[in-house]
């Protein structure tokens, strides 16, 4: 079969979670004979189609950003196009531009849409917003959340529950670097072995803020690691409060990012939002074996890290809370390293891009086959 992926954006244009789910979920449906195609706006000036890892990207030119809502009119085009060639459609939420692509083209082809938020931040223009997502969720065929959590508490969702699954992003360690160890030992040089790590974008949803109020006053090492908006705003609380102990790297290249998760103490995640609807990262976490620190704001985070099993969950916002379960791994290492233990184990039980992919293949099949059966059906109605 033949899918097509359209989103806002993608590798190489931006590293986020989403783009880095499709990357991950396109490179295993075409090592399983299927052809994958990737249609995203771009402010890159090469706008051919390129092959990447067996899938075809197909970067159309991005006019405008508003909100972080991505503008291109040439999607419209090339997407009719792709769509006319394409099995299935797979439908990455939120993008609103997105939904007006949909139901412009008018496509019979049997759609998915990957819900990885709620739109959470833009209150006043999810008011305006709703009446074409309702229309866009109405009409696509299957809603897939990206775990049981996000089900449960999506107020969204809920309207929708007879054709929502829930398929959890899964990881395949094999497409990640292995650090040399002559990286590893410049690492250890430079921050030891029992810090705290975070990787990821320096957003406001992150609660790097939180973490920072944490270790103020302590001498808990903390490494951070990623740009974002929110980074000049971090550098200059921690130089007010003289947080020596925090140590801002910004953006690394991935040898050096896996190095550090290979050092790390445990992995620290103080995400308060939801606009943090899984977490790539935590989840990179638990692949390298170690405990992990999250907030409870009802989605994939605490799916993917159980309270006093894989490590510890603590109230959202409460740094005071976030500090005393930090202090509680730094200071019981062997239930530490259990906890890790504990996360690699589900892991590889539940989070494997192998699975992940599975399981969407296995709903393009179910899809495909209503499909048929309903042009059959079509057929047997018209016949005199």
């Known amino acids: 079969m033949r899918i097509l992926h359209l989103y806002k954006t993608h590798l190489p244009d931006t590293y986020g979670g989403v783009p880095q789910f499709i990357d991950q979920l396109a490179r295993g449906v075409t090592l399983r004979g299927h052809a994958v195609d990737v249609l995203f706006p771009s402010r890159h000036r090469s706008l051919r189609a390129s092959t990447v890892e067996n899938y075809t990207n197909h970067p159309v030119p991005l006019h405008l950003e508003v909100a972080s809502t991505s503008i291109s009119l040439s999607v419209f085009k090339k997407f009719t196009e792709l769509a006319d060639n394409a099995d299935v459609i797979h439908y990455h939420f939120p993008w609103p531009l997105m939904d007006l692509v949909h139901l412009m083209a008018l496509s019979s082809k049997p759609s998915v849409v990957t819900y990885h938020s709620d ?156 606009s943090e609807a899984f977490g790539i990262s935590l989840l990179e976490g638990a692949m390298y074996g170690k405990p992990m620190i999250s907030a409870e704001i009802g989605t994939g985070t605490t799916f993917i890290n159980i309270d006093r099993q894989t490590g510890l969950v603590v109230p959202p916002s409460d740094a005071n809370a976030l500090k005393r379960a930090m202090i509680y791994l730094t200071e019981h290492p062997v239930l530490a390293k259990c906890m890790g233990q504990n996360a690699r184990l589900r892991y590889e039980k539940r989070f494997t891009a192998d699975l992940m992919v599975q399981r969407y293949l296995d709903l393009y099949d179910e899809m495909l086959g209503e499909s048929r059966r309903g042009e059959g059906h079509n057929i047997e109605a018209q016949t005199p």
């Open 119 to 274: 739109v959470v931040r833009q209150r006043l223009g999810l008011r305006l917003y709703r009446p074409l997502m309702k229309r866009f969720l109405d009409s696509v065929d299957r809603i897939v959340a990206t775990s049981p959590n996000y089900c449960a508490t999506s107020e969204t969702l809920r309207s929708y529950a007879s054709k929502t699954r829930a398929i959890p992003i899964g990881l395949d360690q094999s497409t990640y670097p292995q650090p040399p160890a002559s990286v590893i030992e410049k690492w250890r040089a430079r921050v030891g072995d029992q810090f705290f790590l975070f990787v990821g974008g320096l957003r406001y949803y992150k609660g790097l803020h939180i973490l920072l109020q944490a270790v103020n006053g302590t001498d808990i090492p903390v490494v951070i690691v990623g740009k974002g908006p929110v980074e000049r705003a971090l550098h200059g609380q921690a130089k007010r409060h003289g947080l020596s102990n925090v140590q801002l790297l910004g953006e690394l290249p991935d040898e050096d990012k896996f190095a550090l998760l290979t050092l790390c103490l445990a992995f620290v995640f103080p995400s308060h939002l939801r």
